[in-house]
């Protein structure tokens, strides 16, 4: 069968993390015997040169695997590119004919989904989607299945804190394609790393009037001088663009602080996580207040590699452990207590992280699941 994966801004922003979260759910759907066309949609008023220069990033980025002829473009109306011959391009009229559409986009046109018989769309963020749909961000096409990443939602109705507006959100774990993450041993003097966007100009409403900052600086604040509390060095690859007052603000608090645009290309991101000791990140505000259960599709690639992490807690899981491959801390105590279970029994935690990708995120068995119910 043929899968659709649409995808979003992948053309505009080829980041390596950002390339993975969908590259593993290709990976994982080729894993089974599926070929797969990448989907993603250009302004209307695009030219041809200026969807030549990023294609052929994009490109040389998917090459490793596989994906770089499987990719095809379509505007935002749904229109074919008058131009899609000279980019040698997937077919749209293929793209569109396909057995079953994985939509990672919230806003595909309706007249585009409704080609397919069999559909589904993802939802990666949790509280902050549903948030955009409460401003009429989006409207989202009907599909055959809705699902989101929020293991809030297998929770009772009277413990989530946010409107479903009306579409009936079922649970799926994020997917990694263990084949393509292999356990790697971690290097004499490896550190606990994160890669993230730091600033961010995104407010949340608190529910009482108010509003919070929603970035990685302000989740990260409360938890800067864990660093003291570590034998293994801590690491931050962040977006800051050499602004170096804030990095040496954050050096001040015993972190190591690098620029991320030097893992831009999947690989080199693949080999930044794999060259780790583990993750230690904390989560954006909305996914904490809210108690959304989100879990980072970075960090399972860390999981995957044998790497592991200490998260911030997004929720009540029945599926995540808080202290066994994985830490999910609340309060500053608790990430230090977590920092050092993993400096004192690493091995043991190697493999218990490896574990939870495998029994939780393979790819295969996520995206089987996935499809019996789909299809």
Same mark, same amino acid.
């Given at each position: 069968?043929?899968?659709?994966?649409?995808?979003?801004?992948?053309?505009?922003?080829?980041?390596?993390?950002?390339?993975?979260?969908?590259?593993?759910?290709?990976?994982?759907?080729?894993?089974?015997?599926?070929?797969?066309?990448?989907?993603?949609?250009?302004?209307?008023?695009?030219?041809?040169?200026?969807?030549?220069?990023?294609?052929?990033?994009?490109?040389?980025?998917?090459?490793?695997?596989?994906?770089?002829?499987?990719?095809?473009?379509?505007?935002?109306?749904?229109?074919?590119?008058?131009?899609?011959?000279?980019?040698?391009?997937?077919?749209?009229?293929?793209?569109?004919?396909?057995?079953?559409?994985?939509?990672?986009?919230?806003?595909?046109?309706?007249?585009?989904?409704?080609?397919?018989?069999?559909?589904?769309?993802?939802?990666?963020?949790?509280?902050?989607?549903?948030?955009?749909?409460?401003?009429?961000?989006?409207?989202?096409?009907?599909?055959?299945?809705?699902?989101?990443?929020?293991?809030?939602?297998?929770?009772?109705?009277?413990?989530?804190?946010?409107?479903? #507006?009306?579409? =009936?959100?079922?649970? !799926?774990?994020?997917?990694?394609? %263990? @084949?393509? *993450?292999?356990?790697?041993? +971690? #290097?004499?003097? =490896?550190?606990?790393? !994160?890669?993230?966007?730091?600033? %961010? @100009?995104? *407010?949340?409403?608190?529910? +009482?009037?108010?509003?919070?900052?929603?970035?990685?600086?302000?989740?990260?604040?409360?938890?800067?001088?864990?660093?003291?509390?570590?034998?293994?060095?801590?690491?931050?690859?962040?977006?800051?663009?050499?602004?170096?007052?804030?990095?040496?603000?954050?050096?001040?608090?015993?972190?190591?602080?690098?620029?991320?645009?030097?893992?831009?290309?999947?690989?080199?991101?693949?080999?930044?996580?794999?060259?780790?000791?583990?993750?230690?990140?904390?989560?954006?505000?909305?996914?904490?207040?809210?108690?959304?259960?989100?879990?980072?599709?970075?960090?399972?690639?860390?999981?995957?590699?044998?790497?592991?992490?200490?998260?911030?807690?997004?929720?009540?899981?029945?599926?995540?452990?808080?202290?066994?491959?994985?830490?999910?801390?609340?309060?500053?105590?608790?990430?230090?207590?977590?920092?050092?279970?993993?400096?004192?029994?690493?091995?043991?935690?190697?493999?218990?992280?490896?574990?939870?990708?495998?029994?939780?995120?393979?790819?295969?068995?996520?995206?089987?699941?996935?499809?019996?119910?789909?299809?």
């Amino acid at each position: 069968m043929t899968i659709c994966l649409a995808v979003p801004n992948t053309l505009s922003f080829p980041q390596g993390g950002h390339l993975w979260l969908f590259t593993n759910w290709a990976l994982g759907f080729r894993s089974l015997g599926h070929d797969v066309v990448w989907l993603d949609m250009v302004d209307d008023d695009a030219t041809v040169e200026k969807v030549l220069t990023m294609l052929v990033t994009l490109r040389a980025r998917l090459k490793f695997a596989g994906l770089d002829t499987a990719v095809a473009l379509c505007t935002r109306k749904g229109s074919r590119l008058s131009f899609e011959d000279e980019l040698s391009l997937r077919p749209l009229d293929e793209a569109l004919s396909a057995g079953f559409l994985c939509d990672h986009r919230y806003d595909l046109p309706r007249p585009v989904v409704a080609r397919f018989k069999h559909s589904m769309l993802i939802d990666s963020d949790p509280g902050l989607l549903h948030e955009s749909l409460k401003q009429k961000f989006y409207d989202m096409a009907p599909h055959g299945v809705f699902y989101t990443i929020g293991e809030c939602v297998t929770r009772p109705k009277s413990e989530q804190k946010f409107d479903w #507006h009306g579409y =009936a959100w079922e649970y !799926t774990p994020p997917a990694v394609s %263990l @084949d393509h *993450w292999p356990v790697m041993p +971690a #290097h004499q003097g =490896a550190a606990f790393t !994160t890669i993230s966007n730091w600033f %961010l @100009d995104q *407010w949340m409403p608190d529910g +009482a009037g108010g509003w919070y900052k929603n970035d990685k600086r302000e989740a990260f604040e409360p938890f800067l001088d864990v660093p003291q509390f570590s034998r293994a060095p801590m690491e931050l690859k962040l977006n800051l663009g050499g602004y170096e007052p804030e990095m040496e603000r954050i050096r001040a608090h015993g972190w190591r602080v690098t620029e991320s645009n030097d893992v831009a290309d999947p690989c080199d991101y693949r080999k930044y996580l794999q060259s780790s000791f583990g993750e230690f990140s904390c989560a954006k505000p909305g996914y904490v207040h809210l108690a959304t259960g989100w879990m980072s599709d970075r960090t399972i690639c860390y999981l995957a590699s044998g790497k592991p992490v200490i998260v911030q807690k997004t929720g009540i899981s029945d599926v995540l452990p808080d202290t066994r491959g994985m830490f999910r801390f609340t309060t500053f105590d608790d990430a230090r207590r977590a920092v050092q279970a993993v400096n004192d029994d690493y091995a043991a935690q190697s493999k218990a992280a490896r574990k939870l990708a495998e029994d939780v995120f393979d790819a295969k068995k996520v995206l089987t699941k996935i499809l019996e119910r789909c299809l």
